[in-house]
Structures are given as C-alpha cells and as structure tokens.
C-alpha cells in the first residue's frame, strides 16, 4: 500500500519557521516529482512548492518565493518543505503529493500528482 505521510506542521507565531517532512513508503518515488500544496479554509487547494525527481529544479508560488524551500532525499524517501518568515495568510492544511510520471518536469497543477498525503495542519498566529 502506498502511503504518503506528512509531519511537522503546528501552531506558530508570525515571523517563525517550521519544517514539514512527507515521508513515503510502499514504493519509491526518487524517479518523480514531488510536490507541496495547501488548502486553507473556504479557498481551493493550490500548488506552494514542486521539485524534480533529482532535486536540480525546484517550482514556488509567487506567495512563498524566497521563504519557502523545497528539498528531497531520495535515499529515505522523503521530501521536506522549510518553511519560514512565516505569516497567517500561510495557515492551512499542508499536503505533498507524487506525480504519475516518472521523469517529468515540475508541474503546478494538482491534477498530474496520483499520490497524496492525509495533510497536516500549518497554524500561524498574528
């Protein structure tokens, strides 16, 4: 069974930093895209951060470029999205998710990636 499983979000003020960490199993995916997306209340889920099978090319939103970086390590499995100078309009439910195709380049829509996690929560105080 393929398992995408998200950690590391909380309740933080604005200003600080958090990590989250997406940790797969069931199947590798260092042969894929790997990609970060939020959903906050009342809003559609959106692309925040993509990066290729390699790690060499990395995709951000406009809203978190330059705060926000997108890394992997496909000898655990795992990709990881650090996340700082943090603001409330960041609060959301965080999910990472994998693309069908192996050795694709980073895409920002939602409807490429198969795979996705069950989401953490990512609360940021004023």
């Known amino acids: 069974q393929v398992q995408l499983v998200e950690s590391g979000g909380g309740l933080v003020q604005a200003g600080g930093s958090l990590r989250l960490s997406c940790a797969a199993s069931?199947?590798?995916?260092?042969?894929?895209?790997m990609g970060w997306f939020r959903q906050a209340p009342g809003k559609e889920r959106e692309f925040v951060a993509g990066?290729?099978?390699?790690?060499?090319?990395?995709n951000y939103a406009d809203s978190v470029k330059g705060r926000f970086f997108i890394s992997r390590d496909n000898a655990k499995n795992t990709v990881y999205l650090q996340m700082n100078s943090l603001t409330p309009e960041d609060t959301a439910v965080y999910y990472c998710?994998?693309?069908?195709?192996?050795?694709?380049?980073?895409?920002?829509?939602?409807?490429?990636?198969?795979?996705w996690g069950q989401g953490t929560q990512v609360t940021v105080s004023s």
């Open positions: 998710a994998a693309d069908r195709t192996a050795y694709a380049a980073v895409v920002t829509t939602r409807h490429a990636y198969d795979y």
């Open positions: 069931g199947r590798t995916f260092s042969s894929n895209a």
């Open positions: 990066i290729s099978w390699s790690g060499g090319s990395t």
